[in-house]
């Protein structure tokens, strides 16, 4: 049996509770640290510590180069959006809780520990003391066929993923014709059906509170990049959100579409090389105007601002420069999968809309990295200068159906778990403690020196 560490959450905060508590009904123990105030408004069923209240003033011994160097959210935050260093200040507290966190690994024999994202401080700090330990590591996060399905990786999430990039290894697999016919966007499990929508109300109060625990000096400041008045006027915007009209202007008879992205997100801090949506749009309408000009054609551009970046960015000045280009079209509020059946081909930076472009078996052009980086599957732009020729090879060659459909059956039904991380159900924390259970040593699930033809996931569904 093992000792599993389970570190912070989602927004869904009973997760990781309900998922530990049906792996202690297995025989394994768990435990879980708090972090923040709103955490604690969260009844737990396992082992807790809320450890701001156990940090003293020692640290542990590693350099502020050293951090700084880590994929720490916070600290690419304040140099990339805010044009500032973090403090020496900040950085001897993450050192306290680094040593707090070594501490209580070593004390209560930790073998596993299980993060939500990665990118957090807390999430990288308590990586490198995994790697010190030779610990194991398991990262969680929303998966990609939504809300069905979530990611549980030893490795990370999105490019740092465990997934095969070997066309030969995709060209090798199975399928189980049927089940992909009717289970690659449904559940298989049907009580998944019934789970509701996320409690955006309860996820605002434990934001609150965990706020306010800041300002308080309760616990540390967790979330640098949200102000008050950032956190107020999100939460007002997704409220509003569902009342919001859609955008029924008609749609070009030809258009490429290109999702935006979260401008502040992980995927573009760290596996992208376009910084903003407005480096996105440029680049995407220099490259078309070519093509264009070369093929004689009237490709339009179809532009889609992401939900979650509404309420921080306008892009009013993006679309005021474009006002007058009658082949660019900005929207809010579209069905995306109505967009990508109707377009000829997606172009993205690595957005989770690739993928459902891919269910659709559409042509994907990436522009940064993303684990379906896949020859064969997608048309990855590495020299971002000839993005006309790749949107030239889109759209004079047909796409590979039976490699995409290769692909997309081994990520759905061998790489990712059944299950909606999103809202409380007992079908997820039931069916993510089985699988974790039936993986006693999840190294075993490393590509590393391994021959991908012999890697693979042991994803019960």
């Known amino acids: 049996m093992a000792n599993y560490l389970f570190l912070r959450g989602n927004r869904n905060k009973h997760f990781f509770s309900?998922?530990?508590?049906?792996?202690?009904?297995?025989?394994?123990?768990?435990?879980q640290l708090k972090f923040e105030l709103g955490e604690l408004?969260?009844?737990s069923k396992i082992k807790t510590v809320f450890v701001p209240k156990y940090i003293s003033q020692e640290v542990y011994p590693i350099s502020d180069e050293e951090l700084l160097e880590m994929k720490i959210y916070n600290i690419t935050y304040k140099r990339e959006m805010k044009n500032t260093q973090v403090s020496e200040k900040e950085l001897r507290m993450y050192k306290q809780y680094m040593h707090f966190i070594d501490q209580f690994i070593e004390e209560h024999h930790i073998d596993f520990i299980c993060m939500f994202n990665g990118y957090h401080w807390i999430d990288q700090v308590s990586k490198y003391l995994a790697e010190k330990r030779n610990l194991q590591t398991i990262y969680f996060e929303q998966g990609y066929f939504r809300p069905y399905t979530l990611t549980c990786d030893p490795q990370g999430i999105n490019n740092d993923a465990?997934?095969?990039?070997?066309?030969?290894?995709?060209?090798?697999?199975q399928m189980d014709h049927r089940r992909m016919k009717h289970h690659l966007t449904h559940p298989e499990n049907e009580d998944l059906l019934n789970v509701k929508g996320e409690n955006l109300t309860q996820v605002a109060l434990v934001k609150v509170a965990s706020m306010l625990g800041s300002v308080l000096k309760v616990n540390p400041n967790l979330y640098a990049h949200i102000t008050w008045h950032e956190a107020i006027k999100y939460f007002l915007f997704k409220q509003g959100f569902k009342f919001m009209k859609m955008d029924e202007q008609p749609l070009p008879e030809e258009f490429l579409f290109v999702p935006f992205q979260v401008s502040r997100d992980t995927q573009i801090f760290y596996n992208s090389s376009i910084k903003s949506m407005e480096e996105l749009v440029d680049l995407a309408c220099a490259h078309v105007e070519e093509v264009n000009r070369k093929q004689n054609r009237n490709i339009h551009l179809v532009f889609k601002e992401h939900p979650e970046d509404m309420p921080r960015n306008n892009y009013k000045t993006l679309k005021k420069r474009y006002k007058d280009n009658p082949k660019v079209m900005f929207l809010q509020k579209r069905s995306v999968p109505e967009l990508?059946?109707?377009?000829?081909?997606?172009?993205?930076?690595?957005?989770?809309?690739g993928i459902e472009a891919l269910t659709q078996h559409k042509p994907v052009i990436t522009l940064g990295d993303a684990f379906y980086n896949i020859d064969g599957v997608v048309r990855h732009c590495t020299n971002l200068s000839q993005l006309d020729e790749e949107i030239e090879f889109i759209l004079n060659h047909p796409v590979n159906h039976h490699l995409i459909s290769q692909f997309l059956y081994y990520l759905r039904f061998n790489?990712?778990?059944?299950?909606?991380?999103?809202s409380r159900n007992p079908a997820t924390a039931e069916h993510v403690a089985e699988h974790l259970d039936s993986v006693p040593d999840y190294k075993s699930l490393f590509r590393g020196e391994q021959n991908e033809s012999r890697w693979h996931h042991t994803c019960k569904i």
């Open 415 to 422: 790489y990712q778990l059944e299950g909606n991380l999103i």
């Open 340 to 353: 990508i059946r109707k377009s000829l081909g997606v172009i993205t930076i690595n957005s989770t809309v």
């Open 18 to 31: 309900d998922v530990a508590s049906e792996l202690e009904e297995k025989g394994h123990t768990c435990y």
């Open 162 to 173: 465990s997934i095969p990039r070997s066309r030969h290894f995709y060209e090798a697999i």
């Open 41 to 43: 408004l969260i009844p």
